[in-house]
Structure formats: structure tokens, C-alpha cells
């Protein structure tokens, strides 16, 4: 075997490995983690959004998270993450276009749910 042919399989057990550890990993038990959420919001909507269960936003036209709830239900977000359709984008500032995996959204709206007013 060559070597270029070596490092090719190599890599492929690897990716597919990756694969199965993965799927052992969402069949044993994973609950939804409000921490993990609540870091995927700072570190994508910080910028203009309050992140967390008190404050104003930096950009006022974006609704504070723990308000989200006044607005709609948290859970009406789930589908329009997962399709990474966001409402309202003509703000000044426009809002980007964001994608989460069903595990990001599961921990996303637990957060959500758990930093709401009411
Ligand atoms: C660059 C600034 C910016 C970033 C980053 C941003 N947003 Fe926004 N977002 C806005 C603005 C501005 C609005 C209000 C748009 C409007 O009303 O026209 C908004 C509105 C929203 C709304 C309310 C829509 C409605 O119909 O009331 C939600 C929910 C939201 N954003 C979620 C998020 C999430 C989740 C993230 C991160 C994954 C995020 N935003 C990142 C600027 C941003």
C-alpha cells in the first residue's frame, strides 16, 4: 500500500469512528444544557441582543432575550433556528442569517426558557 493510500483509509476509520461515537453519545441519555445555550448566545448575538436573564440590548431594536416570552412562545424559535430563518432582518443593523444542530437548539431554547420575565 502506498503511502497516500495509507493515510486515505487511516482517515476514513477515523471520520466513521467519529460517526458511531457520536450517535453512542445522542442514544445515551442527552438532556438539554442551558449553559451550553447560553454560550452559543454569547458568542453569536452578544452583539446586539441581551443575553442573559436581565439588561438591555447593545442594539435596541433587538428584543432582550429574557423578553423573548412577551413576545411569542420560546419554543416558536426552535423551527425558525433550525432553519436559520430570522425574522424582522431590516433592522439598522442588520441581523445575520445564524444554523444550529438540533442539540444547539435543544440547549438554546432551555436556556431561553429558564432567563424569561414571566
Ligand atoms: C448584528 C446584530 C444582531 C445579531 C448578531 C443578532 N441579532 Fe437578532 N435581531 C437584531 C435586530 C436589529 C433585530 C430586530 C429586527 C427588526 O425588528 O427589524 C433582531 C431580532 C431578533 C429576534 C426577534 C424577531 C421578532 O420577530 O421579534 C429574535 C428572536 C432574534 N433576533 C434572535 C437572535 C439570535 C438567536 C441571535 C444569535 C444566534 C441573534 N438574534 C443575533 C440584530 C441581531
Not at 80 to 101: K, S, T, W
Request: glycine share 10%; with cysteine.
Amino acid at each position: 500500500m502506498q503511502m497516500g493510500q495509507f493515510f486515505r483509509a487511516f482517515f476514513t476509520v477515523g471520520i466513521i469512528g467519529g460517526a458511531f461515537v457520536a450517535l453512542a453519545e445522542a442514544k445515551s441519555g442527552w438532556a438539554p444544557d442551558p449553559q451550553a445555550g447560553h454560550a452559543l448566545l454569547t458568542e453569536n448575538c452578544a452583539s446586539c441582543h441581551a443575553v442573559d436573564a436581565t439588561g438591555t440590548s447593545p442594539v435596541p431594536a433587538a428584543v432582550a432575550f429574557h423578553e423573548i416570552s412577551a413576545r411569542y412562545p420560546v419554543k416558536a424559535l426552535e423551527e425558525a433556528l433550525a432553519e436559520g430563518i430570522m425574522v424582522g432582518h431590516d433592522g439598522v443593523q442588520q441581523m445575520p442569517e445564524f444554523r444550529f444542530n438540533a442539540i444547539q437548539i435543544g440547549d438554546i431554547i432551555a436556556y431561553l426558557e429558564s432567563i424569561q420575565d414571566e
